[in-house]
């Protein structure tokens, strides 16, 4: 999976490549909690269905990937929300 960062505002300079170091260390040894915060950050919500939906197929890619990865079966946190 692949985790493109981009540094919208001025006000404080973002260095990309630690930040995604460690972003991918705490997904690798949080799995689902990270992901679901993750989908937050990139600007996904679950106040309707319709945004649930949309979150919800984002989860399960990236824990699909995850999962995949590691040899895990890990599921989304917003699943049967709505």
């Not at 919208?8 to 300079?13: C, D, E, F, G, S």
């Not at 995850?66 to 040899?71: C, F, K, V, W």
């Amino acid at each position: 999976m692949a985790l493109l960062l981009r540094n919208l505002q001025r006000a404080v300079p973002v260095r990309r490549a630690p930040l995604r170091r460690r972003l991918q260390l705490l997904r690798a040894a949080l799995g689902v909690t990270a992901t679901h915060g993750l989908c937050h950050l990139l600007g996904f919500t679950h106040s309707t269905e319709a945004e649930w939906q949309k979150m919800f197929q984002k989860e399960k890619e990236v824990l699909e990937e995850l999962s995949r990865l590691t040899g895990t079966r890990l599921q989304p946190l917003s699943r049967g929300l709505f």
